[in-house]
Every structure is written in structure tokens, then in C-alpha cells.
């Protein structure tokens, strides 16, 4: 009886941490595909207004950043487990 709630428990984080991770997949490429575009808008402009577009660019690369080390991290803490 032990065994199976172990084993259903461990499949259950199993589970739930790839969910996650295909969650922050997504979410890092729609941030990395949105960090494309609006660097593509600010080139384009011409760096008309350069510090708001370089704060923009900086926060996208942060964001993008920590989503890819939280995917990183249930990554690794997934396969820690078996």
C-alpha cells in the first residue's frame, strides 16, 4: 500500500514538474519572440527615444533570463528525483 501512494505521488511530481516546465518553455518563447520584435522597432525607429527603448530591451532580457533559468532549475530538480 506504501509503495503505491509512493509511486502516485512520485508520478504525480513527475507530471506536475513537466507541466511546468512546458509552461515556462512557452512563456520564455513568447518573451523571446516579443524581445525580437520590439528590438526589431526600436532599430527601426532609429533609437528615437533610446533610454526608454534600451530600459524596454533590458527588462525583456531579464525576464527572459529568469525564465530561463526557472526552466533550468525544474529541469534538473525533475530528473533529481529519479
Request: hydrophobic share 65%; aromatic share 56%.
Amino acid at each position: 500500500m506504501c509503495n503505491f501512494f509512493s509511486y502516485f505521488f512520485c508520478f504525480w511530481l513527475f507530471f506536475f514538474s513537466f507541466f511546468l516546465l512546458f509552461y515556462f518553455f512557452l512563456c520564455f518563447l513568447c518573451r523571446f519572440f516579443s524581445f525580437i520584435f520590439y528590438f526589431c522597432y526600436c532599430f527601426f525607429s532609429l533609437f528615437s527615444n533610446f533610454f526608454n527603448c534600451f530600459f524596454s530591451l533590458f527588462c525583456y532580457f531579464v525576464l527572459c533570463f529568469l525564465f530561463f533559468f526557472s526552466f533550468f532549475l525544474l529541469f534538473f530538480f525533475s530528473f533529481c528525483f529519479f
